[in-house]
């Protein structure tokens, strides 16, 4: 008897390069990236750039590298930094954030809206002491759109509010753009006017893209000169990267293609409510569901051929490019069946 594939829900990072991405790969252009810098992962960085409306860029391996270095160029030891309460930052990247780059975290409620704060929060804040043993806060962490809020987006009218209080109040501001095209997606802006105000950036790459690996980290071309270095610092230094930085490039010829994710994400939520379930609307490609019992749920759902993931205390299904219209509805199909 064959096995009936599973539907994989669990993350948009579960995509495999198709032909096209493949063929690219393949057929890169490249050179030793640390010595000469590689011509591909040059015209990767130099596209990348230009869509986020920054001056430069630079590959890394993972968004939670590009978050560190930026963390790690912005901040010295013992200084304090905000995020929204649930960032990636504070708590999915094993607390580098603190380890290595010497930041003091500092959650900040949701208090307009999940997965955002208000402008009157950050600056309440980021209000110094004029004791010399008082913490010093020096960054803001934003995240766009932000993961454990269920992809919440944050428009571009409210963002700059935040970039610009905190501006205001003498901190610099870095944002975890690692769903950043799917935020502009949604609201249908290019990414360029979701960093507006921001110093520092990082977009992933391999987050409904479909690139096998790889983010950026962008800012001034004095940062990610900087940021060169401190790569290599942690490792990050690749040699003939011009066949993931191919990869890369037609990764960003396919952000317009988010927006079927974002249906199929809207037809899975849609879907969950008449079988029952408790959904909060999905504004992008993730979808949050209210169980009894997330980890009997989840186990339930590999059970009937569908992978999905705790998250916060709920289940989490993530839609991408691997998983067509067809797919959603057989999911809900063998969900239906199993009674969850």
Not at 55 to 67: H, I, K, Q, R
Not at 87 to 103: I, Q
Not at 210 to 223: M, R
Not at 289 to 315: K, N, Q
Request: glycine share 10%; aromatic share 2%.
């Amino acid at each position: 008897m064959t096995k009936t594939a599973s539907i994989d829900l669990r993350s948009d990072t579960v995509t495999r390069p198709d032909s096209k991405m493949a063929a690219a790969m393949a057929a890169a252009e490249v050179g030793d990236d640390v010595l000469d810098h590689d011509p591909t992962m040059r015209r990767l960085e130099e596209r990348a750039a230009e869509l986020l409306g920054t001056a430069a860029a630079l590959w890394v391996p993972s968004g939670t590298m590009g978050n560190l270095i930026a963390l790690s160029v912005h901040l010295r030891r013992g200084d304090r930094f905000l995020a929204p309460r649930g960032a990636h930052v504070l708590t999915h990247e094993l607390g580098s954030a603190a380890w290595m780059a010497g930041g003091m975290p500092h959650p900040l409620d949701w208090s307009a809206g999940p997965g955002r704060p208000t402008a009157d929060a950050i600056r309440a804040e980021a209000a110094g002491s004029d004791r010399y043993d008082a913490l010093r806060t020096t960054l803001l962490c934003l995240e766009n759109t932000h993961n454990s809020a269920g992809g919440a987006v944050t428009p571009p009218h409210e963002h700059a509010q935040l970039a610009a209080a905190a501006r205001d109040s003498g901190l610099r501001v870095h944002l975890d753009g690692a769903r950043i095209w799917h935020a502009a997606t949604s609201l249908g802006v290019p990414a360029a006017a979701l960093t507006v105000g921001v110093d520092t950036v990082q977009a992933c790459l391999s987050k409904g893209l479909g690139a096998p690996v790889g983010s950026v980290v962008a800012g001034t071309s004095e940062f990610v000169q900087e940021a060169r270095r401190v790569r290599k610092m942690l490792g990050g230094g690749v040699r003939q990267g011009g066949v993931l930085a191919a990869a890369g490039l037609v990764a960003l010829e396919r952000v317009e293609a988010l927006a079927d994710d974002h249906q199929h994400a809207a037809r899975l939520a849609d879907g969950l409510v008449e079988l029952g379930w408790q959904v909060t609307k999905p504004q992008t490609n993730i979808v949050l569901a209210d169980v009894p019992d997330v980890g009997l749920a989840v186990e339930r759902l590999r059970e009937s051929g569908v992978l999905a993931v705790p998250m916060d205390g709920r289940v989490r299904f993530v839609t991408h490019r691997d998983v067509g219209k067809r797919d959603v509805e057989e999911a809900l199909r063998r969900i239906k069946r199993s009674k969850i």
